[in-house]
T-cell receptor, first 113, second 111 residues
Framework: GENVEQHPSTLSVQEGDSAVIKCTYS??????FPWYKQELGKGPQLIID?????GEKKDQRIAVTLNKTAKHFSLHITETQPEDSAVYFC????????????FGKGTKLTVNP | DAGITQSPRHKVTETGTPVTLRCHQT?????MYWYRQDPGHGLRLIHY???????DKGEVSDGYSVSRSKTEDFLLTLESATSSQTSVYFC??????????FGPGTRLTVT
């Protein structure tokens, strides 16, 4: 089955800097890769996703890149702000109609003012 | 969290008692999921549903059962709660194009 590994587990940056979180997956047939942001005491919120037919996707200050050959994908946050502080999860869904996401273990991002 | 509610939001129960958590959606999505979240383990799938009365097991289904008698409701039951089931439980709804949207969560403590 699919296995998703996420690094780093914690990340601390200064306000205004960029942050990058990386995930690798094992199933080469996986075709959907979402990223979630979870603030303390809340449910995970879908912030961006990418499908296997696209190499990069941007939405304002966040972007996701996908390298299918190497089986990894990354979340990039530019011009970080204190409100970006949260736990971020990557996930993957293997092809085949199971609709079951497999999650990484999360990255706690702290943006220091 | 729009369109998804979970009840109760917090619950404390004793070992050996049955517990039912409810997830309700107003989005009319076909897919619904139950996850548990524990430190060091991230989000793990317990059970999911792909239609009324159609359910299947996830990664950590032992000790849990589910039912879905209506599109909008997905129930998670712990037949006999154990301390290892102390966790935060999230319900999610899924679209046909794989996006999943999570509810606000239920914090369950088994004493």
């Amino acid at each position: 089955g699919e296995n998703v590994e996420q690094h780093p587990s914690t990340l601390s940056v200064q306000e205004g800097d960029s942050a990058v979180i990386k995930c690798t997956y094992s199933d080469s047939a996986s075709n959907y890769f979402p990223w979630y942001k979870q603030e303390l005491g809340k449910g995970p919120q879908l912030i961006i996703d990418i499908r296997s037919n696209v190499g990069e996707k941007k939405d304002q200050r966040i972007a996701v890149t996908l390298n299918k050959t190497a089986k990894h994908f990354s979340l990039h946050i530019t011009e970080t702000q204190p409100e970006d502080s949260a736990v971020y999860f990557c996930a993957a869904i293997p092809q085949g109609g199971s609709e079951k996401l497999v999650f990484g273990k999360g990255t706690k991002l702290t943006v220091n003012p | 969290d729009a369109g998804i509610t979970q009840s109760p939001r917090h619950k404390v129960t004793e070992t050996g008692t049955p517990v039912t958590l409810r997830c309700h959606q107003t989005e009319n999505h076909r897919y619904m999921y139950w996850y548990r979240q524990d430190p060091g383990h991230g989000l793990r799938l317990i059970h999911y549903s792909y239609g009324v009365k159609d359910t299947d097991k996830g990664e950590v289904s032992d000790g849990y059962s589910v039912s879905r008698s209506k599109t909008e409701d997905f129930l998670l039951t712990l037949e006999s709660a154990t301390s290892s089931q102390t966790s935060v439980y999230f319900c999610a709804i899924g679209t046909a194009s794989y996006e999943q949207y999570f509810g606000p969560g239920t914090r369950l403590t088994v004493t």
